[in-house]
């Protein structure tokens, strides 16, 4: 059983580029969470997809945004990158379970540097 | 009112004692609740998942959850300097949708 993968691991890019970040879900599981990490915070919900589709947002601009494919990886996507979107990218897989719930492991997250 | 809160420490205790971590939340109608540890620079690592009142245990770990108090914490046996990290609080709220809230985290620090 392989777990979360994500990549790239670092990545350094200047204030207005866009970036994609990707993750691979861990064997049986159908859905993929992005977090956004500041320094010194808990983990902060992006969004989430299930079946591809978006199944749920947090507090984040439409410059955040996210795929979902056949095979469950996924990828982040950030617009117009700003100073503050400086942190770490976590992915979490789980098996979701309509009524049920899931629970979540994550990946070993990439860090995002804006210059 | 924060969402999830959690003292940040950091919270010193000697090797082989217990380590008690709190976390209390905002939503009464949560329903699924985590701790997660997180080593500097790597990423949270789950625990424990707790879904009803009362005691859970693993291992050297026992989650307690208290739905009326809204609190939930984590009691760490023989605690080791392998323990050290900042432990993560979960909460997945009943909005409807399965994102969880994280607490700031308490750092633990474990003297040998």
């Known amino acids: ?115 | 009112q924060k969402e999830v809160e959690q003292n940040s420490g950091p919270l010193s205790v000697p090797e082989g004692a217990i380590a008690s971590l709190n976390c209390t939340y905002s939503d009464r109608g949560s329903q699924s609740f985590f701790w997660y540890r997180q080593y500097s620079g790597k990423s949270p690592e789950l625990i424990m998942s707790i879904y009803s009142n009362g005691d859970k245990e693993d291992g050297r770990f026992t989650a307690q959850l208290n739905k009326a108090s809204q609190y939930v914490s984590l009691l760490i046996r023989d605690s080791q300097p392998s323990d050290s990290a900042t432990y993560l609080c979960a909460v997945n709220p009943s909005s409807g949708t399965y994102k969880y809230i994280f607490g700031t985290g308490t750092r633990l620090k474990v003297l040998a």
């Open chain 1, 1 to 115: 059983e392989t777990g979360v993968t994500q990549s790239p691991t670092h990545l350094i890019k200047t204030r207005g580029q866009q970036v994609t970040l990707r993750c691979s879900s861990q064997s049986g599981h159908n859905t993929v969470s992005w977090y956004q990490q500041a320094l010194g915070q808990g983990p902060q919900f992006i969004f989430q997809y299930y079946r591809e589709e978006e199944n749920g947002r947090g507090n984040f601009p439409p410059r955040f945004s996210g795929l979902q494919f056949p095979n469950y990886s996924s990828e982040l996507n950030v617009n117009a990158l700003e100073l503050d979107d400086s942190a770490l990218y976590l992915c979490a897989s789980s098996l979701f379970v309509a009524g049920m719930g899931d629970t979540q492991y994550f990946g070993p997250g990439t860090r995002l540097t804006v210059l």
